[in-house]
């Protein structure tokens, strides 16, 4: 199985910091990589698919990047409502798998 | 606008079977461009996927066997929903169950659409 692994695991922020994520995969799946955003008691939200495509509806301060094996989320700009945790995902082969998340709390 | 509902017991004995299931309103399970999945959610163990169905021309159905065996997942045509199994459930299998539809573009597939979850609870 294809292990995702995340860092930080959480970060401090405060409204308007730029915010980076990163994922890093076990093996090399291209660009097969999707990030969520969980918000507490809810389901996942998909946010970005391909590493860099952003899903419709999601605000530009989001994007995607990376090949291979390391991958980013980045916020350039930090609102109120991107706090939340932040899930990585390969789609590379089955069975697919997470990254453990990153947790973006206020600083 | 498409929507998963999912209905199923929330407390299970252990040695029993987990049951859920979920119905899809806009969107059919026979859709030959969307999967079908289940997911779940501990805080031990995070996010796990444990498998999906789909139709191509012929259903197909992939687990993830390392994540928990025993697990079965059907479509059910006549009432456009799909369904969770798994089999003899321990206190490990207390969880956050989500369906959710699978998209895919290019090869890549991903989850765009999500249940609301049902908190399962493994306990005598």
């Known amino acids: 199985d294809i292990q995702m692994t995340q860092s930080p695991s959480s970060l401090s922020a405060s409204v308007g910091d730029r915010v980076i994520i990163t994922c890093r995969a076990s093996q090399s799946i291209s660009m097969y990589v999707n990030w969520y955003q969980q918000k507490a008691g809810k389901a996942p939200k998909f946010l970005v698919y391909a590493a860099s495509t952003l899903q419709s509806g999601v605000p530009s301060r989001f994007s995607g990047s990376g090949s291979g094996t390391d991958f980013t989320l980045t916020i350039s700009s930090l609102q109120p409502e991107d706090f939340a945790t932040y899930y990585c995902q390969q789609s590379y082969n089955v069975p697919l798998t997470f990254g453990g998340g990153t947790k973006v709390e206020v600083k | 606008q498409v929507q998963l509902q999912q209905s199923g017991p929330g407390l299970v004995k252990p040695s029993q079977t987990l049951s859920l299931t979920c119905a899809i309103s806009g969107d059919s399970v026979s859709s030959n461009s969307a999967a079908w999945n289940w997911i779940r959610q501990s805080p031990s163990r995070g996010l796990e996927w444990l498998g999906r169905t789909y139709y191509r021309s012929k259903w197909y159905n992939e687990y993830a066997v390392s994540v928990r065996s025993g697990i079965i997942i059907n479509a059910d045509t006549s009432k456009n929903q799909f369904s969770l199994q798994v089999n003899s459930v321990n206190p490990e299998d207390t969880a956050v169950y989500y369906c959710?539809?699978?998209?895919?573009?290019?090869?890549?597939?991903?989850?765009?659409?999500w249940g609301r979850g049902t908190l399962v609870t493994v306990s005598s």
């Open positions: 959710a539809r699978g998209g895919q573009l290019s090869n890549h597939w991903y989850f765009d659409l």
